[in-house]
């Protein structure tokens, strides 16, 4: 099958801006074979990787075929930025949850248009912060390391134009795309109710009181208030507000959907009391104050208002509403003007100008409740307002900053484009895949392996343990395309040098043979992370990632062909499979796969994990969310307390399954060490070469190794 190659805009997100190594980029590809996927191949300098020698890690190299998005944007708006909404509100972005819709950006030809996205990671930390000014107002404070969208390109906030940190960042008159400055929207007060009501009833509603005769010939007086809608928001919140000044309504069906309309819902009052309370609260004011003119043009907006080919209007055959519906726009300094199109009914309009910008200005500051009303998807990413960077200032403190994964890669941060970060570290550390997270931009090493060899073959090369996997996973989906794996292996045999492998995916298994002849020359560590054990959690945190099943049978095809190969059985989730029976079952299935050795590890939420996850567990398991707020309350770790406890637990099952005895003999105490941070780092056995150079694979002994360790 011929692979749909597409030449990628370097200025796009998805080309890799600003990275190091864009110099060697030498394309970026997708095809239909890995949907949602974008390859972009490179050059590298470089194969080996140096690990820094203070590191716990007991491997001194490394080695990583891909790489995930590595633009080093993480982390980037202060928790104050409001994001846009897919409804057209805006929302702290310190207080988004993954799910929710947004506004994000589309290139379509020339133009960018904005168009709905969803949240699909959201994290935080503690970053040396920059205030960005812009000339119509607007600030952002973000990281140095945080990208923008200008008219030229995507640009970081902070860059030196050469040296180490050399590329594309803001500098004074650079002119960002977006509307701007809007306004925020006020807290719900008793005048915009009284404001909100008089528009929506006097704009839709039935009110009034009518003289009839009765069955006997007697007058009567009926009282009569009905109001009924399409959209229930607005339908209850004029509920609620006439509920606040004690006006009891009855909620009834209208009309019922047909093929054609959507149904129709109301409320009504039929008491003599409720309908004179009613016109008190709907009399037009002598002087209208901001906040009622505010809740006025919210409530004549949903009741007689639209946005439809990009213009806000308010239509009435009424003098008094029009010119009432004018005074208020007025009132707020939004610029107005009626039209009269001569109609027979009189109909006429009072039509917002300005543009996008006073659109947005307008619904972010009156808060209609029909929010179908209020989306911008679609429209153009064009504006008059004058967006120019001002300055670019270091605020000199470091402060709390959130970011986003999107499904755009992008989203609208302060009323301008911003680049989104992809949720690395929710994938390294929970083992996580969105979808759109860490592995949907791949740089691929395409001369890996001619690089690895010429290293490999230096005089100064120690032939030091190599280790795969310890950053990215070396099986990942892209190596079924670009099979960088078999060179690496054949490399490294070939030159005597021990090297580990760590991965989660099955595709492993392609290169069975090639590690059994690699492990009679060199010592060779395979180790498999079942992150798992339950398929329901397992489909819920990792959607993307092979079964724990179809990796235990990874595990036994290693075992079968003589190979040894430790399994990590983590992430361990306090209350969710830290059972007794749940860890049984799990260890019982890696004992009888093979595996030469266990380490439990359990869930560690650093800053970008940590909220991800929390997220999922108030929705999944409300009745865990306070546990675990105690148990990471000081830090990413569980205490000394839970990691004794899960010892316990788990060393008569390492005895009962055997996985003890493959150590070196009887069980034994098992201790509590290896947490990240801690001088001991510990791996299962059989993950980690453990022989010299030139001894048979076939029979060779292994160095005892704690069997439990809990990281």
């Known amino acids: 099958m011929r692979w749909d190659a597409q030449r990628l805009d370097l200025d796009e997100p998805g080309a890799l801006p600003g990275m190091p190594s864009i110099r060697g980029l030498l394309r970026s590809v997708q095809v239909p074979e890995y949907p949602g996927l974008t390859f972009h191949e490179v050059r590298s300098k470089s194969a080996l990787n140096r690990v820094p020698g203070e590191s716990a890690m007991p491997f001194p190299w490394s080695i990583n075929p891909y790489r995930g998005c590595s633009h080093s944007c993480v982390y980037c708006l202060g928790g104050d930025t409001l994001v846009l909404m897919a409804d057209g509100r805006q929302v702290r972005i310190a207080d988004l949850t993954v799910g929710e819709r947004i506004v994000g950006t589309e290139k379509r030809g020339r133009y960018r248009f904005y168009v709905e996205t969803e949240v699909l990671a959201h994290w935080s930390t503690v970053k040396p912060a920059y205030r960005v000014t812009l000339a119509d107002g607007t600030t952002l404070v973000a990281s140095g390391d945080h990208r923008f969208l200008t008219g030229r390109s995507w640009k970081h906030v902070t860059g030196t134009g050469s040296g180490i940190g050399q590329r594309p960042h803001l500098t004074p008159n650079d002119e960002m795309l977006g509307f701007g400055l809007t306004a925020a929207t006020p807290k719900e007060t008793a005048e915009y109710r009284r404001g909100y009501l008089t528009g929506m009833i006097r704009g839709d509603a039935m009110l009034g009181t009518y003289a009839y005769r009765r069955a006997n010939g007697r007058p009567g007086l009926a009282h009569r208030f009905r109001l009924a809608l399409i959209d229930l928001d607005a339908l209850l919140r004029t509920q609620g507000y006439l509920e606040q000044e004690g006006i009891a309504t009855a909620f009834f069906a209208f009309t019922p959907a047909s093929e054609r309309r959507r149904a129709m819902h109301g409320v009504r009052a039929s008491r003599g009391q409720a309908v004179a309370d009613i016109r008190a609260l709907v009399r037009w004011p002598t002087d209208p104050s901001a906040e009622w003119?505010?809740?006025?043009?919210?409530?004549?907006?949903?009741?007689?208002?639209?946005?439809?080919?990009?213009?806000?209007?308010?239509?009435?055959?009424?003098?008094?509403?029009?010119?009432?519906?004018?005074?208020?726009?007025?009132?707020?300094?939004?610029?107005?003007?009626?039209?009269?199109?001569?109609?027979?009914?009189?109909?006429?309009?009072?039509?917002?100008?300005?543009?996008?910008?006073?659109?947005?200005?307008?619904?972010?500051?009156?808060?209609?409740?029909?929010?179908?009303?209020?989306?911008?998807?679609?429209?153009?990413?064009?504006?008059?307002?004058?967006?120019?960077?001002?300055?670019?200032?270091?605020?000199?403190?470091?402060?709390?900053?959130?970011?986003?994964?999107?499904?755009?890669?992008?989203?609208?941060?302060?009323?301008?484009?911003?680049?989104?970060?992809?949720?690395?570290?929710?994938?390294?550390?929970?083992?996580?895949?969105?979808?759109?997270?860490?592995?949907?931009?791949?740089?691929?090493?395409?001369?890996?392996?001619?690089?690895?060899?010429?290293?490999?073959?230096?005089?100064?090369?120690?032939?030091?343990?190599?280790?795969?996997?310890?950053?990215?996973?070396?099986?990942?989906?892209?190596?079924?395309?670009?099979?960088?794996?078999?060179?690496?292996?054949?490399?490294?045999?070939?030159?005597?040098?021990?090297?580990?492998?760590?991965?989660?995916?099955?595709?492993?298994?392609?290169?069975?043979?090639?590690?059994?002849?690699?492990?009679?020359?060199?010592?060779?560590?395979?180790?498999?992370?079942?992150?798992?054990?339950?398929?329901?959690?397992?489909?819920?945190?990792?959607?993307?990632?092979?079964?724990?099943?179809?990796?235990?049978?990874?595990?036994?095809?290693?075992?079968?062909?003589?190979?040894?190969?430790?399994?990590?059985?983590?992430?361990?989730?306090?209350?969710?499979?830290?059972?007794?029976?749940?860890?049984?079952?799990?260890?019982?299935?890696?004992?009888?796969?093979?595996?030469?050795?266990?380490?439990?590890?359990?869930?560690?939420?650093?800053?970008?994990?940590?909220?991800?996850?929390?997220?999922?567990?108030?929705?999944?398991?409300?009745?865990?969310?306070?546990?675990?707020?105690?148990?990471?309350?000081?830090?990413?770790?569980?205490?000394?307390?839970?990691?004794?406890?899960?010892?316990?637990?788990?060393?008569?099952?390492?005895?009962?399954?055997?996985?003890?005895?493959?150590?070196?003999?009887?069980?034994?105490?098992?201790?509590?060490?290896?947490?990240?941070?801690?001088?001991?780092?510990?791996?299962?056995?059989?993950?980690?070469?453990?022989?010299?150079?030139?001894?048979?694979?076939?029979?060779?002994?292994?160095?005892?190794?704690?069997?439990?360790?809990?990281?």
């Open 293 to 711: 003119s505010r809740g006025f043009l919210a409530g004549i907006f949903d009741a007689e208002g639209s946005r439809s080919q990009h213009i806000v209007r308010v239509s009435n055959a009424d003098d008094e509403m029009l010119t009432r519906t004018s005074a208020a726009f007025a009132a707020h300094d939004f610029d107005s003007i009626l039209e009269d199109p001569g109609r027979p009914n009189r109909v006429r309009t009072v039509r917002l100008r300005g543009g996008l910008k006073e659109h947005l200005r307008f619904i972010h500051l009156v808060d209609p409740a029909i929010r179908r009303k209020c989306r911008l998807q679609g429209t153009a990413i064009k504006s008059k307002v004058d967006l120019r960077v001002v300055s670019v200032e270091d605020i000199g403190l470091e402060v709390p900053m959130y970011d986003i994964t999107t499904g755009t890669g992008d989203f609208i941060a302060n009323g301008v484009v911003s680049h989104n970060c992809f949720a690395r570290r929710t994938h390294e550390w929970l083992e996580l895949d969105s979808g759109r997270d860490f592995d949907t931009q791949v740089v691929v090493k395409t001369n890996l392996v001619e690089v690895l060899r010429r290293e490999l073959a230096r005089p100064s090369w120690q032939r030091e343990h190599v280790a795969l996997g310890t950053n990215t996973d070396p099986y990942q989906r892209a190596e079924g395309r670009y099979r960088l794996m078999p060179g690496v292996i054949d490399a490294l045999a070939g030159s005597g040098t021990p090297f580990s492998i760590l991965t989660k995916g099955t595709l492993l298994r392609r290169d069975v043979p090639l590690l059994a002849a690699a492990a009679r020359d060199v010592p060779v560590g395979l180790g498999v992370s079942i992150a798992i054990w339950d398929d329901d959690l397992h489909a819920a945190l990792e959607p993307g990632v092979p079964t724990p099943r179809a990796r235990l049978e990874l595990v036994r095809a290693l075992a079968d062909a003589g190979l040894s190969c430790g399994v990590f059985l983590a992430p361990v989730l306090p209350g969710l499979t830290d059972s007794p029976k749940h860890l049984d079952a799990a260890l019982g299935a890696i004992a009888a796969a093979g595996a030469t050795g266990v380490t439990v590890i359990p869930l560690h939420l650093r800053p970008g994990a940590r909220e991800w996850f929390m997220a999922w567990l108030g929705r999944a398991h409300p009745e865990l969310v306070a546990r675990y707020e105690r148990l990471y309350a000081r830090r990413a770790y569980v205490p000394a307390e839970y990691r004794t406890w899960l010892a316990r637990q788990v060393a008569p099952l390492l005895a009962r399954h055997g996985l003890d005895r493959r150590s070196g003999g009887a069980a034994r105490q098992v201790e509590v060490t290896g947490v990240p941070g801690d001088e001991e780092v510990g791996f299962p056995t059989g993950s980690l070469p453990s022989r010299t150079p030139g001894t048979p694979a076939t029979g060779a002994t292994t160095a005892p190794a704690e069997q439990l360790t809990l990281l």
